[in-house]
């Protein structure tokens, strides 16, 4: 519309310029004699409408212009949006990496898609460009990732596939030395890795709440183990490279506190104790874990040992009385007394 009137202003002007012209020559043809006051204005008139007209066909082929432009972007929109229709949804925006850059035009976050699964990532990263934060999805489920200045991760936390969430701890090698984790049936756990990534000591809660403390050695053997047993009971292991409990600490049911001792078999081959009403043992056992021979001192103090057969049925006894006396007493393979002082 501007455009249409400017034109039509410019043409005013130069009706404007041509309806003086004929005056001004009729004038000249009345006059027999010339004037150059006349003849300079005849001129510039001339002038005036030259550039006018000019104007005016600028003016024109500005328009025309303008309009093949307009038609132009109207007709390259409308050929986007048609290429674009098979891969545009109303409401949805689809790629397979989108990226935030900072005012510099430095990338400070990614979202895209990697990995032959199209495992989905987002990334965070920090002025030179390096990831120090991702967040994503690998082999089905979530994880959050933290790296430091030199592209190594030193914290991740995830969800195993099962559901059960874990966090792990790195050192400035990238090498994992701490994990802490859920376990599918509701258990507590909190490892400990030396540099080869080998477990070394665990902290655990089972899932009727008792704990257990482990320490492993290079091989990954449990060697002493510290925690609650079955009905809550205290106990101390101590076990070979073999995995065999050579040694342990523990409380019994009815209060009884025994210190084992195993052979390179595992089986107990001495037994110390003592018993909830205060009298302390020795047993000594055989391969087959049978007493052989047992060494104990009643509450009031009194000494006995005993001498086994291998159906457990002592035969021979020696210990002294309340008033201090010695006593013995020995049995035949029948259980026929022997011996007997006093």
């Avoid at 540099?195 to 089972?206: D, F």
């Avoid at 390179?264 to 205060?278: D, I, K, N, Q, S």
């Amino acid at each position: 519309m501007e455009s249409a009137r400017r034109s039509r202003r410019s043409g005013w002007w130069v009706a404007l310029a041509l309806a003086a012209l004929p005056a001004v020559r009729a004038g000249a043809q009345a006059e027999p004699a010339v004037d150059p006051a006349l003849q300079a204005a005849q001129a510039s008139a001339a002038r005036t409408n030259a550039v006018l007209m000019d104007m005016v066909e600028q003016q024109r082929r500005l328009e025309q212009r303008s309009q093949l432009l307009l038609v132009a972007a109207l007709a390259a929109l409308a050929l986007a949006g048609y290429a674009a229709y098979g891969r545009w949804r109303p409401g949805a925006l689809k790629a397979s990496r989108f990226v935030l850059q900072g005012r510099q035009g430095k990338t400070r976050a990614a979202l895209r898609v990697a990995g032959a699964r199209d495992e989905a990532l987002l990334e965070f990263m920090d002025e030179h460009g390096r990831p120090v934060a991702t967040v994503g999805i690998a082999e089905a489920a979530a994880f959050l990732e933290l790296r430091d200045q030199h592209d190594r991760p030193r914290a991740r936390l995830a969800l195993s596939p099962d559901g059960s969430p874990m966090l792990e701890l790195y050192d400035a090698e990238g090498r994992n030395r701490a994990g802490l984790g859920l376990t599918e049936d509701g258990g507590v756990g909190l490892g400990l890795y030396d540099t080869q990534k080998q477990v070394r000591a665990g902290l655990g809660l089972g899932e009727g709440g008792a704990a257990t403390l482990n320490f492993l050695d290079a091989a990954g053997q449990c060697r002493l183990r510290v925690g609650m047993a079955p009905q809550e009971l205290p106990e101390v292991r101590l076990n070979d490279a073999q995995g065999h409990v050579r040694g342990l600490l523990r409380m019994r049911p009815d209060g009884m506190v025994l210190i084992e001792l195993g052979d390179g078999e595992g089986a107990v081959r001495t037994m110390v104790g003592v018993l909830e009403e205060g009298s302390s043992i020795v047993g000594l056992m055989d391969a087959e874990q049978r007493f052989r021979a047992g060494l104990g001192v009643s509450p009031d103090g009194r000494p006995r040992l005993e001498l086994f057969d291998a159906k457990g049925e002592p035969h021979a006894s020696f210990y002294l009385e309340g008033d201090g006396g010695a006593g013995l007493k020995l049995l035949s393979a029948r259980g026929e007394i022997l011996l007997k002082s006093p």
